[in-house]
């Protein structure tokens, strides 16, 4: 079903529009579906220090939720018979999970390091952020990273931020900020998904749809074959490449995204998201609580009222 349009009533709170997401809009736990749950759930508890939190069956899937403390940051399907990660395929890029200090970063990055199923990808210095790459063992990236303070961020003559890559020594940053007593504790320490990057077949079509009819706002746009968009003015939410997809179609069944999620203050937000497709034309499913809604290459995104819950991972 979907929902009538009130973003423009008179009672609707600050900060909702009919244009773009909610300033305190953010994002939740990534559904990936998984070949071999036991496996990709013993890694992600190990290399990343997560904690399983809660699980339910839905007929032969089980689903299985697992983060730090009550954040839910991964939910794992158990999809066995679906083929592998395709890398050329639209869906994931990497999930990146965000951590509130340099410290708390240095401890997740020395698990994984450590961890003989995790492959190390590379390490940058984004001018906003510390970032370290990882593949798990299934093939789905990761990104574990920390932002500098916003008051360091620098911007262009038009509004976008400014970011690059630029090498990040794994070996010096562990030096400075490694802690014995953090890394003993690293499952206690904050996480939460910062933001989501994403293979698409053409960058045109994903503005189209992530900023126009979703709501984000670019917020970085100068590099080829990407896009980088956000709410509030963060460095970024999503982001949509092609430098492995370009001219992908719509995705086959197989492992690997399952699902994005996005969380927004309230039910006025989902109004004003569901009129914006309304008038894209795309169709979307709305339970009351959450908006569900496929990209153009199939990429199945949910976006919920309220915080981040482990009942709403299990939900989707």
């Not at 998984?34 to 032969?60: C, F, H, K, Q, W």
């Not at 961020?153 to 038009?158: A, F």
């Not at 996480?191 to 126009?212: C, M, N």
């Not at 203050?265 to 008038?279: F, N, Y």
Request: glycine share 8%.
């Amino acid at each position: 079903m979907t929902a009538t349009d009130n973003a423009t009533s008179p009672h609707v709170r600050p900060g909702v529009n009919d244009t773009t997401l909610n300033v305190d809009t953010g994002m939740d736990a990534v559904t990936l579906r998984v070949g071999d749950l036991e496996n990709m759930s013993t890694y992600y508890s190990n290399a990343l220090a997560m904690e399983p939190i809660e699980e339910v069956s839905r007929g032969n899937e089980v689903h299985r939720v697992l983060g730090r403390g009550d954040t839910p940051m991964v939910k794992l399907v158990s999809t066995p018979n679906l083929p592998g990660v395709d890398p050329g395929q639209a869906g994931l890029f990497h999930t990146a999970f965000l951590y509130e200090d340099q410290a708390s970063l240095a401890a997740t990055v020395a698990h994984a390091a450590q961890n003989t199923n995790s492959r190390f990808v590379g390490s940058s210095d984004h001018l906003v952020s510390e970032a370290f790459y990882f593949t798990d063992p299934e093939g789905n990236g990761i990104e574990l990273y920390v932002d500098r303070d916003r008051s360091q961020w620098l911007h262009t003559s038009d509004g976008e931020v400014r970011m690059d890559t630029i090498y990040l020594d794994p070996n010096d940053f562990l030096a400075k900020h490694l802690d014995d007593q953090v890394l003993a504790n690293t499952s206690t320490q904050p996480g939460k998904v910062g933001h989501v990057h994403l293979q698409v077949g053409d960058v045109p079509t994903a503005r189209s749809f992530y900023v126009e009819a979703l709501g984000f706002e670019p917020s970085f746009s100068s590099m080829p074959g990407v896009l980088f968009a956000s709410a509030g003015g963060y460095h970024h939410h999503v982001a949509m490449n092609t430098w492995n997809s370009q001219g992908a179609g719509p995705r086959a069944a197989s492992l690997g995204l399952g699902d994005v999620a996005i969380t927004v203050p309230g039910r006025e937000d989902l109004d004003a998201l569901a009129a914006r497709l309304s008038a894209h034309k795309l169709q979307f499913a709305d339970d009351g609580r959450s908006v569900q809604v496929s990209d153009p290459w199939g990429t199945q995104i949910t976006v919920a009222a309220d915080s981040s819950s482990v009942d709403e991972a299990l939900r989707r």
